[in-house]
């Protein structure tokens, strides 16, 4: 059981708790849960500690014996490492990169184990790796290991290739882009990543490089291509679902579209900011979305240059807490640039916000 744990990145002792309540319900019953193989796929809940009860390790029972044994991964078992390589992805929304770090590298092993029998779940198994391995390196980004974080965005591009899919390539150059050495390499990298999704399925992630692009566009000075590119974003997001497409788009909600539309119209000090500010805010109501962080900082930095100052002090404080809350590199950018909006009354708040930067 330990091993099982120790190679698939699951804590040992609920392992331990809820298989001991399993087997006392297998008793009562007098069959075993793994007769019906549907039913264990149905109410397995992966997520790191949490494990569902009537199923515990199950699972990944299957994998280590089926590694044991060198037989080739049963369809079951390749189902729940990709299952749980999506979910990784959803996790990162709320969970911080100090915490998520090392599930998400020891589900890479996981799966980096499970290829050499994946047999025909190979190419599924190796865009899941690809997956895992993107968001490994994003986590590294974050947390400064820059050098580690390029490494896992290499690992990804050569699953893209295996794999033939390029929109995996995009995803590690979408998440690359954020740390490239300088706008022009940015924009290569997006140009490239937005290549990579075309086609149906890929709408949000068509307009989450195309946002991206104009953003990085407008910070290099280029008004008409950040307009352009910001245009055809907006286009591909009126076909987009970004809960039925890849999981590792999850985070780019109608909310992060108004913070990229944002992050364009303030940087190249648009005329439609103030309008679309005053969108956003009523859009984001009283609910903070899962990417809250960089919406209520983008949202905060429009409102300011716009000069609504009353309401951008009021963001900004909002920004505040959920930086606190999951400290991240994109949270830690945003806030010196809010510091440097707020009025004289905040001083208190600008200073906060830039011992924030420098923590």
């Known amino acids: 059981m330990g091993n099982i744990a120790l190679a698939c990145g699951v804590p040992l ?8 309540a399993a087997r006392a319900r297998r008793r009562e019953r007098n069959r075993a849960e793994e007769e019906d193989l549907d039913d264990v796929k149905r109410r397995t809940l992966l997520g790191g500690a949490v494990v569902g009860a009537a199923t515990a390790a199950e699972p990944w029972g299957r994998l280590a014996y089926a590694l044991s044994k060198g037989s080739k991964i049963d369809p079951e078992s390749a189902g729940v490492l990709i299952d749980h390589a999506a979910r990784l992805h959803v996790d990162e929304l709320s969970e911080g990169a100090r915490s998520l770090q090392a599930r998400v590298e020891s589900h890479l092993d996981a799966i980096t184990a499970a290829l050499p029998r994946a047999g025909t779940h190979e190419r599924a198994l ?19 290991e820059h050098d580690k974080a390029a490494a896992y965005y290499g690992v990804t591009s050569e699953c893209a290739k295996k794999a033939g899919h390029p929109p995996l390539r995009a995803l590690a150059l979408g998440y690359a882009s954020y740390g490239a050495p300088n706008p022009a390499k940015a924009l290569e990298m997006l140009s490239q990543a937005a290549q ?24 290099s000075g280029n008004d008409a291509g950040a307009l352009r590119a910001l245009e055809q974003a907006k286009f591909a997001y009126d076909f987009a679902d970004h809960t039925s497409e890849q999981a590792w788009v999850r985070f780019v909600t109608p909310y992060r579209m108004d913070s990229l539309t944002l992050s364009v119209y303030g940087e190249l000090k648009r005329q439609e900011l103030t309008a679309t500010a005053d969108s956003a805010v009523k859009r984001l109501g009283g609910e903070l979305p899962d990417s809250g962080v960089v919406v209520l900082g983008d949202l905060a930095s429009a409102l300011l240059r716009g000069g609504d100052v009353d309401r951008g002090a009021y963001v900004a404080h909002q920004f505040a807490a959920a930086a606190e809350s999951k400290p991240n590199t994109m949270g830690r950018q945003r806030a010196q640039a809010i510091a440097a909006g707020l009025p004289d009354t905040e001083h208190d708040l600008a200073s906060h916000l830039l011992t924030f930067v420098s923590s």
């Open 126 to 144: 190796t865009i899941a790796a690809g997956e895992t391995a993107a968001l490994a390196g994003w986590v590294a980004w974050d947390l400064g």
């Open 13 to 20: 002792e609920p392992l331990l708790r809820e298989a001991k």
């Open 196 to 219: 990579d999704v075309r086609g149906r399925g890929n709408a949000t992630a068509a307009a989450w490089a195309l946002g991206r692009y104009a953003e990085e566009a407008a910070q």
